[in-house]
């Protein structure tokens, strides 16, 4: 029996885990803390009982993952909650443009672009399950539905600002997206970032962004537990620091990312692999913030509160040059803001038997990659300009910058959240051309540093488990 050791358990090392297990390969599962799941935790990071994610909370890939969606995690305690909108996105007049479960009724709150919209739209979310299958598959392969893939690409190789601006007359539509195209944590005026917002506007009107009951934990553990039924073994609280120290195996697979693998792998890298390893690139930081908080967030525009996503950043010029700022080494003063309001939808996010109308929520905005300032007063300011008295509604706060979040996950490299930068060319050689394979016989990369990158999806360990199982032979 082929033996395989996988050195971290986030969601893709646990789906390389499982990948190999399901082939019939001894699988061990080295995790350096005392639970599973990365950047895919839940704990209560505020007061008691109120529970937060301390990474991740919103799935829109993660619903949609061609392999999660193989998995029967539900026997393990996974269950997906999709709030009534799919995301909200609050205006200074008021109001709020809502991205809907369908592009009809997304299409319906955007006026002089509704039919604009429609055209973008209904095609790709049509074939929403096809076009997953495309973008979150192999970099390298025969598209089995070519024309909805050309489709896709002619709008995703364009700056997100030339798409909104040559689509859409309004505001609202353009905000919207730019919001959608941010989460690339790219400035929205370079190649090819229209390409992350499409994909997850399309994924939430085909489908939804759900959040997970009980918290983001709650997958992490069904994918865990599942893995353990196929006869994997998982060992926590162990640090890996040389690669030495998994023992024998026949193929080693690192949940890291290049840096990491730089330190692991020491002298079984050759020196020009190496190199090419160094030279990889780190996107934007994050800083990000939890509140415990006395009552839901007092949004002006009250359909705000129909959604657990919430975009703060006003206009598509503002987000764009919010979005710019971390690539000048600049904090934004007035930052795009990505909120999330689970207790709307769960009520175990809040102590149970505490008094009633007690929330959580989160927020993080992009910084330069580990600057070492705090954003916490420009985050609070925002999301105060379109939810008046908001400060008075917090019981409790917690903040993670840059160097806290790697601290607490030696993944997010200077606070990226992404496993590197999204650029155009970082997309398709991530972290080099060779992928998946790490530069010696039987060691492999399968974190959000290799295609298809960032997101909670697991395609990336999926992937490179797929490529060690043909090495075997």
């Not at 971290?8 to 995790?31: C, D, Q, Y």
């Not at 689509?167 to 970032?193: K, M, Q, T």
């Not at 905005?365 to 600057?371: A, I, S, Y």
Request: aromatic share 6%.
């Amino acid at each position: 029996m082929k033996r395989a050791a996988i050195v971290g358990a986030g969601p893709n090392g646990l789906s390389a885990a499982i990948t190999l297990a399901r082939a019939g390969v001894a699988v061990t599962v080295f995790e350096a803390e005392a639970t599973v799941g990365g950047a895919v935790r839940t704990a209560e990071l505020t007061l008691p009982g109120f529970r937060h994610d301390v990474g991740s909370s919103v799935y829109p890939l993660g619903v949609a993952s061609p392999f999660f969606r193989e998995l029967p995690l539900a026997r393990f305690g996974l269950r997906w909650i999709e709030p009534e909108a799919v995301m909200a996105h609050p205006l200074d007049d008021g109001s709020a443009v809502m991205l809907e479960h369908s592009v009809e009724a997304t299409a319906a709150g955007l006026g002089v672009d509704r039919a604009a919209w429609r055209r973008l739209m209904q095609p790709l979310a049509a074939g929403w399950s096809e076009l997953c299958g495309e973008v979150l598959g192999p970099v390298v392969h025969l598209p089995r539905h070519p024309l909805l893939l050309a489709r896709f690409g002619a709008s995703a190789m364009l700056p997100a600002t030339a798409l909104a601006k040559m689509r859409f007359r309004g505001e609202r539509a353009r905000a919207l997206f730019a919001g959608c195209a941010a989460h690339s944590a790219r400035p929205l005026g370079s190649i090819a970032s229209s390409a992350v917002g499409l994909v997850l506007a399309v994924a939430g009107q085909a489908s939804s962004w759900p959040i997970v009951e009980g918290g983001a934990q709650a997958l992490s553990d069904a994918l865990a537990a599942y893995l353990v039924s196929l006869g994997g073994a998982i060992l926590t609280g162990v640090r890996i620091r040389d690669l030495r120290e998994v023992g024998e195996a026949d193929a080693i697979l690192c949940d890291v990312t290049p840096r990491q693998l730089r330190l692991l792998a020491g002298e079984r890298l050759s020196h020009s692999y190496a190199k090419k390893l160094g030279r990889f690139a780190y996107g934007p930081g994050v800083f990000k913030v939890d509140w415990a908080l006395s009552e839901p967030i007092p949004w002006r525009a009250p359909e705000c509160l129909r959604a657990a996503t919430v975009h703060v950043g006003g206009t598509l010029g503002e987000i764009a040059a919010a979005e710019s700022a971390p690539w000048r080494g600049e904090a934004a003063a007035r930052p795009f803001v990505l909120v999330t309001q689970p207790s709307l939808f769960d009520a175990t996010r809040t102590p149970a038997g505490g008094p009633a109308g007690r929330h959580t929520a989160w927020a993080y905005c992009h910084v330069p990659n580990g600057w070492q300032g705090s954003a916490l007063e420009a985050i609070e300011a925002q999301v105060a300009r379109f939810a008046p008295g908001f400060r008075e509604c917090v019981l409790a706060r917690h903040v993670m910058g840059t160097k806290a979040l790697e601290e607490a996950n030696a993944n997010l490299v200077g606070g990226d959240i992404s496993g590197g930068a999204m650029t155009l060319g970082q997309m398709v050689a991530r972290p080099t051309l060779s992928l998946y394979r790490a530069g010696a016989k039987g060691l492999y990369l399968c974190s959000a540093s290799t295609p298809p990158g960032g997101g909670v999806h697991g395609m990336c360990g999926h992937l490179a488990a797929l490529r060690a199982l043909k090495d075997f032979g």
